[in-house]
């Protein structure tokens, strides 16, 4: 355990045993300190949209096929020309130091064990630098909350950048927070710096302090900033928060690269769909023209199955991995994408798909 | 304290801390007397029509839109030419003494506070004159329930529109009252006098009693009543308990100037649809020729923007406010209307709105 | 309390108070023997249906109508030439000495009392003659389960018609009783004589035992049966247990005089569909040609408008009665009769309809 | 009890009473140690799909007939040419002797008695000649999971054909183990010899250990593999685990006599769709060219109906019978088809079908 600003950090760096992927909440809730595990648990309102993410999944059954021919189904896939062993990524999530004291640096190093790929939020309690440092020349994302700021942006970019992002995810959906009582309830004030920003108050010189620079976050986006980040960076820009196919339309319009369809795993406009429910009506608007990447409310292997039949390329985890990492460090971490992908092969072996590709091409039905 | 023929009424005047308005329900029934409480919070029958008010929200879905450039959104709008900071207003609901010493004249204060508008209703416990009073030039509605003695209306129309009401609220959903359990368990008896009728009786001079006067609550209302009313009191007259299209015709053809989509929170007609189902065909019948205002089950800003969207202009909650009137007094009632606004511009930014105009026209899902 | 054969049966002769219908039942098994209870309370296998029965009440809704000029509107009605007060009539139900020492006499009485028809049971505790004499004049209805010794049927239809009956029940859905787990598992023997199949074994001078008589009850029923009966008695027949409408177009073929849709309140098959999903249809079959009555799940005032405004003419309830039986004698019945006509009075006021008639015109919705 | 390998086995043989199948779970889990209840009672993932099995029976309604002149309707049915009593059958399970130290055994002697069909799996804990000697003449089928080493398939196809299986069901839909919790919680082991496996191991000569055997089991599965074992055995070849019109196709065009429509009781794939709610469209592909047989779910005689009623010719039930093994031996077996077979009768009849026949052409409604 560490204390920081008076915030108890799990340190633990130990093998642990996934039944599954939701009794690690439980498991988590008793080392992370209340603030933080509420801030990582919590959707917003009364987290309809939370629950419905969830539920949405059960809206469709996948077809068994018994006669395929299928044996040892692989797992593999690629995106932007990197291949990984697993569909399923890293989503970025904000303060990993909530979780456990060495954050992001831990969480990339597990991912990177498991041979995918891993998302450094701007909001990290571990910076650019350390975090992909972790990842060993594992590919990993840099995500942008932008700042109104755009001297902070690219500062953020030209760092990711020089340290070898293999993308930037542009988060577009959290123009403002969602309204998440278990803050409000816990009175919770993140106890940790963010180390980007501190990076950018100390190194620009412009005598910004970090709760400056955070009030700057933008709220007003467009295409145009789209298209602004794609332009300097020079890297494939994917769009993260899209649940309207108008609006994937849009990012692609504007020089997106990928389009991560997501609603911030209910955290953020609650009285909208599942992200699940929403996910074939986009996939259809991009058409395969760019990479289409998933996340909000998978925690089973039929579930990633689900939302690569439905037109994902990729699915991405958050909070349980981030139960994981304070579990089990960078071990626990990688024991998550593993188990999952463990489950995700078995339902392809017993669906008939022996390829990532096969999966996307299954029928689902709905009863 | 403040012990009235028996009855404990609250004199509370604070600060009340909002997580959410479902709780203030079971704070509120900490300190409302037990029979008042059943009547305030209760439904009529088996209460599904109650339930389903708020089950019906969950029938669609806000579409978040997310590169929409939009920024600090505002929640101003106006009625009859009167401007108001949000489109959340004050429903009429009777009695407002069995939560509050001080009743409805605190409930206007905090209303006016709030910068929105206040319903006063027939059945007060406070006089026309004193909420008029209590609300300081804010704008306030006078809600009518129709006697069979037409001077007892008249005496009604003329002292409210004396005191400056804006608009009559003609409520026609309550030719007779629900069945509603609570009260006949609780053998429940009104305590306290109510204003207007007290008021009548003396100032009339037909010597008749309060309970005279409640006992000649018109039961038979048809168009000709609402016409009546509009030519006498030459004020806009809201008609108030619309729940299909056709009785929303039949009341613009009589004069009407609003049209008050209600099933009175559950508390008449149990069996019937939750009033969210109703909205969409009765906006479309009235097609913006008035405005429209809804209530039945409001307590989150995404069923402010859910109830707006599908073609309300106004949306009106009742017992929330009236609990947090026996909570705080005047601030309570002021900090609801705040609390709500601010969820529903959250939502507004979430979901890709900048106006109340925006919120109108915005794309609803069904999954 | 009264003990027959070892079995406890209430005496009780006095006021009940209802607050619902529902809340009878719990009070009712504190004073009915256990095996007693379980027999007149249980449905069949899982009891999936007898759940349906009230499910499906709720997939409709009442449109609720506000400015029709209703005021005080009217429950009467009448069935084959008879004027009752309400269209809420007892259905026939056996054994009710299981629930109170007088049995069906108490209930016809108080059934009468209410001014609404009494149905007597084939395997009545009282006999035909003491039922007619406790109706004082008062409409009642015979229902006959079929026997294969046909003497035995018309010894019972005579008796019926000697004694004034206004119409026969001619209950078909009960060719074998359905699989009650209940009666299983309390090892429910029937403590108490059937009247009318002791009367018969004695005055026939066949020899019969009430055994061998009850076993011999017809399982083979077909539309010929349903003539047979008709041209026998002499009075109007209605064909009782009816859940299709080819069965509703065979028994009017056959000469029914009435169709009674009723799936025996959950007690014969299960895994089949409520009654009230099947009331459309049917209605729609019988087109006005005879009366429609309706049971199964009827516990509140929203459930009879409903079921009227789907096609039934009469509304029958079964268990409530026997419940108030065994709480307060006749008075408990006639309260049960009137309390749930009070229930119906008030949806009518609310939902815009002045008269039976205007009910069965009354809009559903269905969300 | 018996004890083997520290595994405590029932050994009784007794008289069962029976209220409903589903309480024989809870009985038995008192009886069967954690580790083989957790086995046999155990779905895969979240369940889901176990749980659907269930509730899709509730997605229909049978039609009740009632002027249908049925009387003692007939269960009886044959298939492949061999009468039995009743349309219920035993679906092969693996390793009985979990359950009961007699294991298949006492389950095929149990089946023969009620008069109706064994199904011996390959992983049973008593071998082929035993559990056929047990039968007594009764008809059995053989149920085969391939396994890689050809030798041993044609083992077990000859030792089930010289005991006379009448027929061999061939699994499809376990090319891998469904990811299952209760195993790995309960560190789970088999504790018992599988007798076919070890057979083959002794008397093929080739030295394998039953764990080398066991790990040899077939994932590729194709047409071409039903052919060979068809063309081999010389009897009618049942295709198991079908839950696609599809694979139901290409297992009749690879020479497939049956197709046995079951999802493995969800044991197998989760997240696809209950057993049921597939089998109408795998019927229609069938299209009568050979017999229909359905699984998982089965626990009540209406849900047998519904079964017959949408398609299937048999109906086959695992789980309950097996608990009821572990009760009472041959007699708990024998009484589990008996009641099965009585609460269905008694649907026949209340659903108006005199004949299984009739069954299949019974009605069934969607509400």
């Keep these: 355990m560490t204390v920081t600003n008076g915030y108890e950090q799990s340190d633990r760096e130990q093998a642990i045993k996934i039944i599954n992927l939701d009794e690690l909440e439980d498991q988590a809730r008793q080392i992370i300190p209340q603030g933080g595990f509420g801030y990582i648990s919590e959707g ?72 995918t790929i891993m998302s450094q939020s701007t909001y990290g309690t571990t910076s650019i630098a350390e975090t992909a440092e972790a990842s060993k020349g594992a590919p990993w994302f840099f995500q942008l909350y932008m700042s109104n700021d755009w001297e902070f942006n690219e500062a953020l970019l030209d760092e990711a950048k020089s340290h070898g992002a293999a993308a930037v995810v542009l988060t577009v959906d959290s123009m403002q927070g969602g309204y998440r ?39 007003k986006i467009t295409g145009a900033d789209v298209r602004r980040v794609a332009e300097y960076v020079g890297l494939p820009v994917i769009v993260k928060g899209i649940q309207d196919p108008c609006d994937a339309a849009l990012a692609l319009g504007s020089g997106a690269s990928g389009i991560w369809v997501s609603n ?48 994902a390329d990729l699915v991405a985890i958050g909070r349980p991995a981030i139960y994981a990492l304070a579990l089990g460090g960078a071990q626990g971490v990688r024991t998550v994408f593993e188990y999952l992908t463990h489950e995700f092969r078995i339902v392809m072996q017993l669906a008939g798909t022996q390829t990532v590709d096969d999966v996307k091409r299954a029928k689902l039905l709905h009863y």
């Design 44 to 115: 917003s309102e009364d987290e309809w949209t939370k629950a419905r993410n969830r539920a949405a999944f059960n809206t469709v059954q996948i077809a068994p096929r018994v006669l395929h021919s299928v044996e040892a189904p692989s797992t593999s896939t690629s995106v932007f020309g990197v291949s990984i062993k697993t569909p399923v990524i890293m989503a970025p999530t904000a303060a990993q130091g909530l979780a456990h004291t060495r954050g992001e640096a831990a969480t990339a190093e597990g991912v990177a064990a498991a041979g």
């Design 181 to 219: 009582e278990p803050d409000i309830r816990n009175e919770f004030q993140f106890p940790l710096p963010m180390a980007n920003l501190a990076a950018f108050s100390e190194t620009s010189g412009k005598g910004k302090g970090i709760f400056e620079i955070y009030a700057a976050a933008k709220q």
């Design 264 to 311: 911030h795993g209910g955290r953020q406009l609650n009285g909208g769909p599942g992200s699940f429910d929403v996910l074939p009506s986009i996939a259809r608007a991009v058409n395969g023209r760019v990479p289409v990447i998933f996340d909000s409310g998978v925690r089973r292997g039929s579930q990633v199955f689900k939302a690569l039949a439905s037109g």
